[in-house]
């Protein structure tokens, strides 16, 4: 039987919009492209992102802008010790003037959702996102509540050694596609944030250059990117290499696996290409990988860290050379 043609997808306004956001964004977050097109990935991935750093490097800054620069329904939740997990998804109330129930949507209930400093609050409340993030779903005393299309769950959170901070759970950390660090400026970089924020609020300032139907519209074409078997096996090789390293306690899932497939798709868009490569894997693979890991106490003790199981993963895994 003849193998079907594939359906190549339509890229001729995907390049274009996400310039548009790409420039959006560096307008007020200065120096960190990499960082921008992570995002991006997230976005058009259908995935979430989690940016942990210390504070001041502009998280908040970089959520902020990226919303902003599409015109859909942004909501923000400012993580606290004392907020409730119906505070995020919402909660039934009685109405006096109908005599009935009624559902009272909560901030989730949103395209792209704030998430502040997540680690402030207690894992209960932590938890109360997860059925959202991945079902695009929300179920209140029994009945289930379609989310918006797209759907983006940004969050920030400040390392774990600070003071009044909770560790995310397992299965939270899981749920975030991607987690990246901003990292301090460079001099010049640094510079210009002075330049640039000394002023009025950029950020205010700041107008969307598309809207939530384009979005749809990008995210659908990024689906159709050309990931080769071969591609697919490095994948699959790679994510199973972590459950089989001497270090670890508790590898990638294959919710990794299909995360990375799919993140691979959107940063092959980036780059301006309607099929993925071997690097295309292996730039997402340390901001995929580690946050999903749980070392060995030993391991642990001797200062391993996630990212050094990654990366020998990354160097003990052969790349395909088609």
Do not use: W
Request: charged share 25%; glycine share 6%; proline share 8%.
């Amino acid at each position: 039987m003849a193998q079907a043609t594939r359906r190549r997808p339509d890229l001729s306004r995907v390049g274009p919009t996400l310039d548009d956001i790409r420039r959006n964004v560096a307008s007020v977050v200065a120096g960190k492209p990499e960082v921008i097109d992570l995002a991006l990935v997230a976005l058009m991935a259908e995935g979430h992102l989690l940016i942990e750093d210390v504070p001041g490097v502009g998280k908040t800054l970089l959520a902020k802008a990226l919303a902003r620069s599409i015109d859909c329904s942004v909501s923000r939740v400012q993580f606290t010790p004392d907020l409730l997990p119906s505070d995020i998804t919402g909660v039934t109330v009685y109405s006096p003037d109908t005599g009935e129930f009624e559902f009272k949507p909560g901030p989730v209930f949103a395209n792209i959702v704030l998430a502040d400093e997540i680690n402030r609050a207690g894992p209960k409340t932590q938890s109360a996102l997860l059925e959202s993030m991945q079902e695009r779903t929300v179920t209140i005393d029994g009945t289930t509540h379609e989310l918006a299309a797209p759907f983006l769950v940004m969050a920030t959170q400040n390392p774990i050694e600070l003071e009044g901070t909770y560790p995310l759970p397992e299965a939270q950390r899981d749920r975030f596609m991607l987690r990246i660090a901003i990292g301090y400026p460079t001099v010049e970089a640094e510079h210009q944030i002075l330049e640039m924020h000394g002023g009025p609020d950029l950020l205010a300032q700041l107008a969307p250059v598309t809207d939530a139907k384009h979005v749809a519209g990008v995210i659908e074409a990024v689906r159709s990117v050309h990931i080769s078997e071969s591609v697919e096996r490095y994948i699959v090789a790679l994510v199973r290499a972590t459950r089989q390293h001497e270090d670890v306690e508790l590898g990638a899932s294959p919710r990794a696996s299909l995360s990375l497939l799919r993140a691979t798709r959107a940063l092959a868009t980036i780059r301006a290409r309607d099929y993925a490569t071997p690097d295309d894997v292996k730039a997402l693979v340390p901001h995929l990988i580690p946050h999903r890991l749980i070392l060995r106490p030993e391991a642990q003790l001797s200062g391993r860290e996630p990212l050094d199981v990654t990366l020998d993963v990354l160097e003990g895994v052969p790349a395909p050379t088609e």
